[in-house]
């Protein structure tokens, strides 16, 4: 790789590192916290992270992967992205836990994990091009 393509393949990593620490953030949002007079139950989840993370992870594994026909470079935003994930989420800062206990955290693994895991899978199934 050239240098140029080495330093937008850092900037991938650290937005994918940065992506999982925003998106553990706003996990627990809730519409209350968004609008404070809305109706009598306006205790409802809003995990909008979770859809950031299920639009932004296929596009760093794209973008990566045409760095580079290797597995590694192609794979490294998402393993990186899944390791801030768990490892914030379970020991966040002060020891806080920022996966919530509920199905909003499967939903931001599920969702931020299996759309870039298809993605990486038609990249690495498709057959290499010729140059």
Known sequence: MRAADRLFFVVLLVDAVLLAVA???FL???????APGVGVDGNWPL???????GLTMPLLVKLAAGLSTRMSVAGAPL???????IGFGIAGPGGDLLLTNDWR????????????SVVLGGILGSPPARA
């Open 79 to 85: 393993l990186l992205w899944l390791a801030a994930v």
């Open 28 to 34: 627990p949002l809730r519409v209350r916290d968004l």
């Open 105 to 116: 955290a499967l939903a931001l693994l599920a969702v931020g994990a299996l759309p870039a």
């Open 47 to 53: 995990p909008v992270s979770v859809v950031v993370a």
């Open 23 to 25: 998106e553990l953030a």
